[in-house]
């Protein structure tokens, strides 16, 4: 297997893009990278997207995407898994260029989701649930999450306050990026204040959506010319794993088994452990994932998540920064694009190009994407190499 490197990047702000359509923002996306990159053509393209076909009424977006940037004959194809669509068009185009099938790939994550009215959004992301034992019952995510942060708090003794942490550090990292969709810090009573959605879950727990996109352009290493200026960065471990999409099917509901699977193995191939990753860009979807990843990935003990952020670890000066552009919760959460702005902030914070944002010495960065509950969970790990 080849070595893959991470040669160009490109990202739009998520917001309300009502004056661009799906394929105006991820051509745009696509175009950043290519000149980032310094190329004009790749041999792929993979698509991650989950709504399209419900909320736009369009699928078959690899063809669409790459015949509207340009790229008529290539190969390409679009990669749905839920939340995790976006990293798993990544982990993609990293085995179809390690494998030498091909020799240069851009990913490329999408969603349009502001345009439809609310009831529609949720119902679409609720198809990522089991629809025969959990959506029947009319269970939303926000519902699930709240379950489970419920037994948490019932099993291990926190108080919800004790999540807000979480919040604050991600609402004060994406008033530093001007990509983000929410650029202004928050306070521990504005947590506290915060209206309830489904209780114990309220608004400053739950990521909002968005519209956006966010592409990389991956190449084998060894074709790479000598760049001058910035450090060239790697992903040295690309793996997935899956659990039970329902809920209740698992052995341990409080336990990320995917999370678990797919971090370890990413660790193996990259050569590391926990104690190694300098920032870690994580799935805060909502506030209980947060606390269940890190005990999940091996940052923290069963049941004591939450101490690595009430004890400052996970802020830009702490032992493991976490969300450090802001992440889903400040940045915003375009389902089928989340994983791909993830992995563009962890390239920009290993070229040092993170602006006010930038954690001093980052050499290795994981972002880990998660689909539905926790279904399909995706870990990367990349380092900068100089």
């Known amino acids: 297997m080849r070595k893959v490197a991470i040669l160009g990047i490109g990202q739009i702000r998520v917001d309300e893009h009502w004056d661009k359509t799906l394929l105006e923002m991820a051509g745009e996306a696509v175009f ?4 980032d990159a310094g190329r004009d053509r790749v041999e ?14 369009q699928s078959h977006l690899g063809a669409l995407i790459a015949d509207w940037v340009g790229f008529r004959g290539i ?23 390690a494998s030498g099938m091909l020799d240069s790939v851009i990913a490329v994550g999408v969603e349009k989701m502001t345009d439809s009215p609310p009831h529609e959004t949720t119902a679409a992301l609720a198809t990522a649930a089991d629809a025969d034992w959990e959506v029947i019952h009319g269970i939303t995510f926000v519902g699930l999450n709240a379950l489970l942060m419920r037994r948490y708090m019932y099993e291990y003794g926190w108080k919800h306050e004790d999540f807000a942490p979480f919040s604050v550090n991600a609402h004060a ?27 114990p879950v309220n ?37 997935s794993a899956i659990d039970a999409v329902a809920v209740h099917d698992r052995h341990d509901p409080l336990w990320l088994s995917a999370a678990e699977k797919s971090s370890q193995r990413a660790y193996r191939q990259a050569g590391v452990g926990p104690n190694d990753i300098d920032f870690f860009e994580i799935h805060d979807a909502f506030s209980i994932m947060s606390a269940l990843s890190l005990e999940a990935c091996g940052f923290a003990e069963r049941g004591q998540g939450p101490r690595l952020a009430l004890d400052g670890a996970i802020t830009p000066q702490g032992s493991i920064p976490l969300t450090t552009l802001g992440g889903l ?45 926790g279904a399909t969970i995706v870990t990367h790990i990349l380092k900068a190499r100089g």
């Not at 190969?75 to 260029?97: F, I, Q």
């Not at 530093?176 to 009573?189: D, L, S, W």
């Not at 190449?219 to 040295?236: A, H, M, N, W, Y």
Request: charged share 15%.
């Open 329 to 373: 919760k400040a940045r915003g959460h375009p389902v089928g694009a989340t994983g791909m702005y993830q992995i563009v902030e962890v390239v920009q914070q290993l070229r040092g190009e993170a602006g006010a944002a930038q954690i001093d010495g980052a050499k290795i960065g994981m972002a880990q994407n998660i689909g539905g509950s």
């Open 32 to 35: 950043a990278a290519l000149n």
């Open 173 to 199: 990292n994406g008033a530093k990026n001007p990509f983000a969709r929410f650029q202004r810090p928050i306070t521990v009573e504005t947590y506290k204040k915060a209206p309830m959605i489904s209780d």
């Open 203 to 239: 608004l400053m727990d739950s990521s909002p959506i968005g519209d956006g996109a966010a592409a990389a352009l991956i190449v084998p290493v060894d074709s790479i010319q000598k760049r001058g200026g910035r450090p060239l960065v790697t992903i040295e471990g690309s793996a």
């Open 44 to 57: 792929g393209l993979f698509v991650g997207n989950m709504l399209a076909s419900q909320l736009d009424k």
């Open 75 to 97: 190969e390409a194809m679009t990669v749905e898994a839920a939340c995790a669509s976006g990293s798993m068009a990544l982990r993609t185009g990293v085995m179809a260029v």
